[in-house]
């Protein structure tokens, strides 16, 4: 969505907004999942994004990249920041998740080798705890890949290393504490 298509002072359902006018801000709230920014250096012309998991199956920074080449940008203008979010350690899957997103997101299949085992609470009114087998995910690297496979110069991307789920004074996060507190995020043009 094109940002002077959203309402001043209303919030705008979309996964990305796209800075279509000089001086604008775009916002995005997020809890784990990554703000994405995208800036022009040269057009100045930025874009926010929300995306986790289901966002880099749907290709979402490979649809962005589209509307920045409708622009004429040029890779070696494109800046790109990922801010904070949940790290690998935190975000953990099932096998048949892991392996479905891998197959979505990096059109790869793989063999699935089990990484982390955690003990889990089955109900919130016992205190039953059974053990499962769960898989890291690197969003943030899988992100970066994406990234790099649409030409964007490493030296161009920048990660941020904080975490929504290790930090709990500094930031809210869903899979910590079930929270519907979000941090917001922004770009200006």
């Known amino acids: ?14 996964d990305g907004l796209v800075g279509n006018k000089c001086s604008q801000n775009l916002w995005v709230y997020t809890a784990d999942c ?5 800036a022009d250096k040269r057009t100045r012309n930025v874009a926010s994004l929300h995306c986790g998991r289901k966002g880099l199956e749907k290709k979402i920074i490979k649809n962005l990249v589209k509307i920045f080449d409708a622009f004429g940008t040029s890779r070696d203008d494109l800046l ?3 801010g ?18 891998y197959r979505k997101a990096e059109n790869k299949n793989i063999i699935v080798k ?28 899988s992100a970066y890949r994406q990234l790099l496979n649409e030409n964007i110069p490493r030296t161009n991307i920048d990660i941020s290393n ?3 789920y290790k ?18 995020n922004l770009i200006c043009s």
């Open 114 to 141: 089990l990484t982390k085992t955690k003990k889990y609470l089955c109900s919130s009114d016992s205190n039953y705890f059974r053990e499962q087998n769960l898989n890291q995910l690197d969003l943030k690297k």
């Open 34 to 38: 990554m703000p994405i920014f995208f």
């Open 1 to 14: 969505m094109f940002g002077s298509h959203s309402q001043k002072g209303n919030k705008t359902n979309a």
């Open 80 to 82: 790109v920041a990922i």
């Open 162 to 164: 904080l975490c929504t």
């Open 167 to 184: 930090f709990n004074n500094e930031f809210y996060s869903w899979r910590r504490s079930k929270t519907i507190s979000r941090q917001w």
């Open 84 to 101: 904070p979010a949940i790290s690998k350690e935190h975000y953990l899957v099932d096998r048949m998740t892991l392996k479905e997103f």
